[in-house]
């Protein structure tokens, strides 16, 4: 179900997007575990936009993870962006809850996310369902390939079951140690008035 709204997603956005750009994000993250399966995780971020010309935000995060299971993680948790829009830096304030699964087959993992997410600025609020589909294989034990699909669809109202953004990300984690790794991955962001063409890479810290 996924894969096909994912499909016709992607065919209307090519008729309807406007722009073509590149961006850069990168982030920044500390893993804490705690006992029991809990552990806390931040996030720093920087993302560019405009072909790199500007600053599109700076962001920070702090979650809560609990492992129930090995094959189910839930989360929770609080971003603060500044942004750019339209000239203007703005705050954001968003709130996220997911759940996800996970099975192991052999070298391959596949999981599957829902995260609900509450986004605020300047009085006004939306709501979102982001579903990710992704699959990893496990080629060395220090080189972890994967690919995701995710979609984003806004809740209330009339707009449910519309796609307001889809994203498609090939990445390779590099694990240094069993503490340190880097992410490294391209991601397409589609839009209705603009595509993004975004390379990123993500510094991890487990403690």
């Not at 600025?121 to 589909?133: P, V, Y």
């Not at 080189?143 to 796609?163: H, K, R, W």
């Not at 590099?174 to 975004?198: A, V």
Request: charged share 25%; hydrophobic share 35%; net charge positive.
């Amino acid at each position: 179900m996924l894969v096909l709204l994912a499909a016709s997603a992607l065919s209307a956005f090519h008729l309807m997007a406007q722009t073509d750009e590149f961006a850069t994000w990168t982030r920044v993250k500390a893993d804490f575990g705690l006992s029991g399966g809990w552990s806390l995780v931040g996030y720093a971020e920087y993302r560019s936009m405009d072909d790199l010309k500007q600053s599109d935000r700076w962001g920070f995060s702090v979650m809560v993870d609990y492992n129930p299971t090995s094959w189910l993680r839930l989360e929770s948790g609080y971003e603060f962006h500044y942004r750019q829009k339209s000239g203007n830096w703005t705050i954001r304030h968003r709130y996220k809850w997911s759940a996800q699964g996970n099975i192991v087959r052999g070298n391959w993992k596949f999981s599957l996310r829902e995260r609900f997410q509450r986004t605020t600025s300047g009085g006004t609020a939306e709501n979102d369902l982001r579903s990710r589909l992704r699959s990893s294989y496990v080629l060395k034990q220090w080189m972890n390939p994967y690919f995701s699909i995710e979609l984003f669809q806004p809740l209330g109202g009339d707009a449910f079951f519309t796609v307001k953004r889809l994203r498609y990300r090939p990445g390779i984690i590099w694990k240094f140690s069993e503490r340190y790794s880097l992410d490294m991955f391209y991601c397409r962001q589609y839009e209705t008035k603009r595509c993004q063409n975004i390379f990123g890479m993500e510094f991890g810290m487990k403690f």
